[in-house]
């Protein structure tokens, strides 16, 4: 068991406690945070290092802002464990990310204090825009503070909204910069070139210091505090970059401050806050602050981890099984090894979707485009207009927000692009946003893609190899971030369909689709089938788009369709084919197994698959079930309808 806080920290159940602090017990109360989320993250996993790095930031952010009365957004939410530790939620702190307990991201459900269950990157300066709009119009109290970092800057959503803030001069908005030059791995571009430039300026310590008494001498109210702080940088624009960068676009800027002085920060905020319209505070802090074994993993500071042990930071039990990342990271080596053609392009995601390695090999050959799936996407048409075969490596969740541009920028115009969706399906503990859930149901509206969903390492490689060699339609390729199975050998290949079980009777029942991670349901699921005297068949289609003709024909041999997927229901593979099996004028019914459309909660993957029905007793019963209607319920005249 974790101990439960005490000292300083125990007596911080609220802002208010914490404003009721001495100046001079803050720096206590960052130590005892640090300690306390070392202690308790260690245990149940999540991120670690973004949070280590805000701790002095959201406590200054704290007693210099009135929540929830002041809107607190964060960009992106992973950065608000301290956030929760300081607004009474210390003690769900051991259930974090697990079922039924507190999530990893801000969480309306959870606290007053969280606005946005804002889990992807680069939305916070929108819904702070829009917030403070709506303040100002209302003449209500309240400023609002956009909580950017982690390379959110990177987004070009948030250069969307940045354009629009500058433009009103009287928006109750505050825009804090977490700068720790680190997204998952060091952040990527020309922000971040500017932002680096100046940290590693041999003047930097300098301009900390004379920025730091800048503010503490400043007036605290309205244009007259600003005026003061932005005199104290007037003869330093050669090494103040970001000031040039974000006055251009009209924001008044404040910084750069010590991300780790309370007291700076507490000041600078207070500043820009009575400043009376939109201002952008910028703070140098470090990823992993305060726990030398996040500081020394170059690798992401520790941005999420599992459990570890919480003095040297090593996971602790054995080493895990084989991840399908690991298995395309290697496949991707062996790939550019043998056709130059391939590249490869990530939004901030070189280590997560394993493209570590294939950076490795060759660094001439992978992008790296911030958070920015948009523009990653559309770049990749590009690349493949130019003669080239780019590989784009993303979580499957988000995909979302680069769907036009893969309808209208790849597969309108033919482009050869592999899509590689890690991550797909229920994913556990990192709740609604993560859930690789839409992806299959949005594919299914590309024309000519073709989606492979392997259930194996032997599938996975293969799959790749064949869409390594398509140049006039994306592929897309998706898998869990569960382990890899064993492989699952075919007992036979019917034009392109794998049969991996047959249990027979005259006329065949059952036919089992089952699809990726759930070819393993697909399978338990037709052996209790054939315990129950059902003659069974289990089919993985190998590629689930374009449907296989072949699977319509055996479809039509069956009495009953079964399909099983972790994808949304609506519109997914088994929606899908009962659309094409009815378009055949093919009359077996069907019935289809997949996520409910409705946004689940954390939880483990068996955790969230019970929940929804997907165990294998659950779906065999409701195919028994089904069965035994057909048979005692339905006339002729109807026996060929879906099955509800």
């Known amino acids: 068991m974790v101990p439960a806080p005490d000292g300083l920290l125990r007596q911080v159940q609220s802002p208010a406690d914490l404003k009721a602090l001495r100046p001079d017990q803050l720096d206590q109360l960052a130590a005892e945070i640090r300690t306390f989320l070392i202690q308790n993250v260690s245990r149940t996993g999540g991120h670690l290092g973004p949070n280590l790095g805000v701790v002095e930031l959201t406590i200054a952010l704290h007693r210099a802002f009135d929540s929830p009365t002041d809107p607190i957004i964060f960009d992106t939410g992973h950065q608000s464990y301290v956030h929760k530790i300081l607004t009474g939620r210390q003690d769900a702190f051991p259930s974090l990310r697990q079922k039924g307990g507190l999530t990893g991201y801000p969480s309306p459900a959870e606290s007053e204090h969280d606005w946005v269950e804002n889990s992807h990157a680069s939305t916070a300066l929108s819904y702070a825009d829009g917030l403070a709009k709506a303040i100002r119009i209302q003449h209500q109290p309240g400023t609002v503070l956009a ?19 500058a433009e009103t001069d009287d928006l109750p908005l505050v825009v ?3 700068d720790n030059g680190r997204s998952y791995t060091p952040t990527v571009g020309g922000l971040a070139r500017h932002l680096t430039s100046l940290r590693t300026h041999r003047r930097y310590e300098q301009v900390l210091d004379l920025v730091k008494r800048g503010v503490s001498k400043a007036p605290v109210v309205g244009g007259a505090a600003y005026d003061v702080l932005h005199g104290v940088k007037s003869g330093l624009k050669d090494v103040l970059a970001p000031q040039g960068l974000f006055a251009d676009l009209g924001l008044k800027y404040v910084g750069p401050v010590d991300g ?11 500043h820009a806050k009575q400043f009376g319209g939109p201002v952008l505070v910028h703070c140098l802090t470090r990823k992993g602050n305060g726990f030398e074994a996040a500081e020394a993993h170059e690798e992401d500071r520790f941005h999420a981890v599992g459990k570890i042990d919480a003095v040297t930071g090593r996971p602790l039990g054995a080493p895990g099984p084989l991840t399908w990342t690991e298995v395309f990271s290697d496949e991707m080596v062996r790939l550019g090894a043998r056709d130059e053609r391939v590249v490869a392009i990530t939004a901030a995601m070189t280590y997560p979707t394993g493209l570590h390695k294939f950076a490795a090999a060759f ?9 920015a799936e948009q523009h990653a996407v559309t770049s990749a048409a590009g690349l493949a207009m130019g003669g080239l075969h780019p590989v784009v490596a993303l979580y499957a969740t988000f995909l979302n927000r680069a769907f036009d541009q893969l309808l209208l920028d790849v597969a309108l115009h033919r482009c050869g692009v592999t899509f590689v969706l890690d ?30 969903a392997p259930r194996d390492a032997t599938r996975l490689r293969e799959a790749l190899d064949v869409a390594s060699q398509v140049d006039d339609a994306p592929t897309v390729i998706r898998y869990s971030k569960e382990a890899v199975p064993d ?12 049969v991996l ?18 070819v393993g349901t697909g399978l338990e699921v037709g052996r209790r089938l054939s315990d ?28 009953l369709v079964v399909t099983i997927e972790d994808n949304g229901i609506v519109g997914g593979c088994g929606a899908r084919l009962a659309q094409e099996l009815r378009q055949a004028g093919v009359p077996t019914p069907l019935r289809e197994f997949g996520i409910e459309q409705e946004f689940l909660e954390h939880g483990t993957r068996a955790e969230l698959l019970a929940q929804l029905g997907l165990a294998p007793q659950d779906i065999a019963r409701t195919v028994v079930e089904t069965i035994v209607a057909q048979q005692s319920d339905l006339s002729p005249d109807t026996a060929h309808r879906n099955v509800p």
Request: overall charge negative.
């Open 147 to 165: 909580f950017v970092g982690d390379g959110s800057l990177t987004g070009g959503m948030a250069w969307e909204a940045l354009n629009n803030i």
């Open 501 to 518: 079980l047959r249990a027979e009777t005259d006329p065949p029942q059952v036919l089992v689709v089952a699809f990726g991670q759930m």
């Open 487 to 498: 492989d699952i050998p075919a007992l036979d290949s019917v034009d392109g369909l794998d």
């Open 423 to 452: 991550r797909a399906g229920v994913t556990g503990p990192d709740g609604p946003s993560h859930h690789g859930m839409w992806d299959m149901s949005l594919l299914q509206l590309v024309p000519g893609l073709r989606l492979a």
């Open 532 to 559: 129950h005297g059902v003659g069974v068949t289990v089919v993985d289609p190998v590629w689930a788009l374009p449907v296989n003709p072949a699977l319509l024909a055996m479809a039509g041999d069956h009495e």
């Open 260 to 270: 780790h002085d309370v007291a700076a920060v507490e000041q600078a905020l207070v």
């Open 363 to 371: 660094p001439e050959r992978v992008f790296d485009v911030g958070i």
């Open 176 to 178: 804090l910069v977490n």
